[in-house]
């Protein structure tokens, strides 16, 4: 294969309210703030894992699957799934993809890391990041 993944480097979640989700994350599990951009995401985690909170657009709670617009759920919920790996696992496993057959967006450069894009056979949501 080339390429290995790390583990889990941050699963994206849709709230209703950031601010509320970073202190009940903290009151409950004891995640702590690790990065803010502008105006979202806000990184909350422990160790090497991290959540990635986005405003949900329409701000209700949902228990069913996030509806997605724009890259952006209408409803609270799950989005991603991201893999981390080192630099030269992020430029294999694009090659890998490609030999599957695997179509891919990407490389995004998020600045202090970059991504690729795609999804399972499901239609779930995965990505593959590496920091620099």
């Known amino acids: 294969m080339g390429f290995r993944v790390d583990g889990i480097d941050h699963v994206e979640v849709f709230v209703a309210d950031i601010e509320a989700s970073i202190r009940w994350y903290a009151e409950t ?7 803010r951009w502008d105006p979202e995401p806000v990184m909350v985690g422990a160790g090497e894992t991290k959540l ?23 409803e609270t919920g799950w989005h991603r799934v991201a893999w981390r790996t080192d630099g030269d696992g992020f430029e294999r496993v694009q090659k890998h993809l490609s030999a599957l057959g695997i179509e891919f967006r990407g490389p995004i450069d998020h ?3 970059r991504s690729i894009y795609f999804e399972d056979p499901d ?10």
């Open 29 to 35: 599990l004891g995640l702590v703030e690790v990065a």
């Open 52 to 74: 990635a909170l986005f405003r949900a657009r329409s701000g209700r709670a949902s228990g069913r699957a996030a509806k997605r617009a724009e890259g952006h759920a209408s």
């Open 111 to 113: 600045g202090t890391a």
């Open 123 to 132: 239609g779930n949501r995965l990505e593959v990041t590496c920091y620099e």
